[in-house]
């Protein structure tokens, strides 16, 4: 059976350890101020992934599958961005 995509979704395939680590940034934002805007999008993309994301195996990988809408997607990258920002030590 063929998947169909819902308009303004993005397919998101990680492995299982890439996702480890994306929900420990996620929790870093939560535990900073829980009340702060950011935290409450990283609070509900973190809920997202617990509760849809799909674990498969490939090529004896364990992977994790999600979808995101585009603004879901959109706040993942901004949240990056903001902790990119935060953690690299510039010259």
């Known amino acids: 059976m ?6 303004g979704a993005v397919e998101v395939f990680i492995s299982a350890d890439l996702c ?12 900073a101020d829980f009340t702060n805007k950011y ?3 990283a609070q509900k ?3 997202k992934i617990l509760k849809h994301g ?3 195996m490939n090529n004896n990988e364990e992977n994790v599958a999600i979808y995101f809408y585009e603004n879901e997607a959109a706040l993942l990258i901004k949240l990056f961005a903001i902790y990119a920002n935060a953690v690299e030590d510039y010259d």
Do not use: E, G, M, T
């Not at 063929?2 to 308009?7: A, D, Q, R």
């Open 39 to 41: 935290a409450v999008y």
């Open 45 to 47: 993309i973190k809920d």
């Open 54 to 56: 799909r674990h498969f």
């Open 20 to 31: 480890s680590s994306l929900i420990s940034v996620l929790n870093s934002f939560i535990a």
């Open 2 to 7: 063929k998947k169909i995509l819902k308009k």
